[in-house]
């Protein structure tokens, strides 16, 4: 007997621990009161009521409907509008410049002819095997920036090279990267783009290189395959780790984003993506709207950037100042609303923009250029999270999904509107 009590009081003491840990976990609850509320899967809701507990939506719907809970929190938010947070589908936000490993030396051995210090080891050469989450850093300031544009989701992507890596989706919920990871990693991300002094060093050279690479991961795949089925007999395949971190994306098909700089780009990803069968999506694609007929056709996802700069080469670029600050302020700020026009579905990105300030002047301009507010919307929040493969917790106000939302003060893509709340996996924070 006395054995069987012993037992007992450990089981207790484990039941009472593992409780007191999982009470720890546990978030605040919240009741918002007296909003206006967008939820984006359904209609508005003139005066509603939100119910945020432990992180996740509870209730959401009209005031008199919505009861509060006895334990919350409550928000008096009369005035203010409710919306789901907003979900930027590719940035470059919390990236560090690549800097050499601690302790290492920077002797006189190692310094070129006419060079007065050594030349850094790239710590994070880009690759299809490199993984961003490896180089951010997070940067207070840069939280708030977003947190001010409506922000709470961000997909980071490398910015460097022709294979660039794999990016991460972040939810902007705090002061440390890992607990706000949603997915890691999401996709590899791949540039046109040329090498200096080595190749390839010309536009020619890249695709060739991205087609004998796809060619090379699918043959080194399928080397693996038969030599997994037979074992005996065959010469074991050599160990490749640039192939070995590209199979997943050419056989098992996981998503690659294709940078496209230009509408050249895109006519490039697109033969590329239905030549090796890939998952691809497009970025960046500013030019979208010149090639509006293929990318309806294609079906493939398109990610649009809200940097409204020519492209580099561009006929905007070439002729003058003038003329490339009126394709700045005309042309590429009605790039969404062209899309829109053609019946072309997008996610609308902060790709090239610095801060959260830019990404709300550009969607201001981009509004102002014809793109239905609607429409604005839905690219920022569902059909951000639906491309991202991640519609089923964000993109919309509904119960069960993760607690990322804002209240502002007045609507938004409106000039004088400002965030008064930003809840991020139910996270507040005011401003």
């Known amino acids: 007997m006395r054995i069987h009590k012993h037992r007992l009081v450990l089981a207790l003491a484990v039941l009472t621990l593992t409780a007191a840990t999982a009470a720890a976990d546990v978030g605040p609850t919240y009741f918002i009161r007296n909003c206006r509320i967008f939820p984006v899967a359904g209609p508005p809701i003139a005066k509603g009521a939100i119910v945020i507990r432990d992180g996740l939506i509870e209730a959401v719907g009209p005031l008199e409907k919505v009861a509060a ?33 601690a302790g290492e030396a920077r002797t006189a051995a190692f310094v070129m002819p006419g060079q007065t210090t050594a030349p850094q080891e790239d710590r994070f050469p880009p690759g299809p095997g490199q993984l961003v989450l490896s180089q951010l850093k997070f940067k207070k300031a840069s939280l708030e920036s977003w947190h001010k544009a409506g922000v709470t989701t961000v997909l980071v992507a490398p910015t460097r090279g022709i294979f660039q890596g794999q990016s991460v ?5 705090g002061e440390a990267l890992e607990p706000m990871v949603l997915r890691q990693p999401l996709a590899l991300h791949v540039n046109f783009t040329v090498n200096r002094g080595t190749y390839p060093s010309s536009l020619m050279g890249t695709i060739s290189y991205l087609r004998q690479s796809f060619l090379d991961a699918g043959y080194y795949a399928a080397h693996q395959a038969q030599f997994d089925r037979l074992r005996r007999g065959l010469k074991r395949p050599a160990y490749d780790p640039f192939l070995e971190a590209l199979v997943p994306f050419v056989r098992d098909r996981r998503p690659i984003v294709f940078q496209c700089n230009n509408q050249e780009d895109i006519k490039r990803a697109l033969k590329l993506i239905a030549e090796f069968k890939l998952s691809g999506w497009l970025t960046g694609a500013n030019e979208a ?3 509006a007929a293929e990318l309806k056709a294609s079906k493939v996802p398109l990610l649009v950037t809200l940097d409204l700069r020519p492209p580099t080469g561009s006929q905007f670029v070439t002729q003058g100042e003038e003329l490339k600050k009126k394709a700045e302020a005309e042309v590429y700020p009605a790039n969404a609303a062209n899309l829109v026009k053609a019946g072309v579905p997008f996610a609308l990105t902060a790709l090239g923009l610095a801060d959260g300030a830019a990404f709300t002047k550009n969607v201001l301009a981009a509004v102002k250029a014809g793109l239905p507010k609607d429409k604005a919307l839905e690219a920022l929040t569902l059909l951000a999270a639906r491309t991202l493969g991640v519609d089923r917790e964000l993109g919309t106000l509904e119960p069960g999904k993760i607690a990322n939302l804002i209240l502002t003060k007045g609507e938004l893509f409106e000039e004088k509107t400002t965030m008064d709340r930003v809840f991020a996996d139910g996270v507040m924070f005011k401003y």
């Open 69 to 101: 809970p006895p334990d919350a929190e409550v928000i008096e938010a009369e005035g203010l509008v409710a919306y789901p947070g907003l979900v930027v589908a590719h940035t470059n936000l919390f990236i560090e410049a690549p800097q050499p490993a």
């Open 169 to 173: 989706l972040l939810n902007l919920n």
């Open 289 to 291: 709207w010149r090639v």
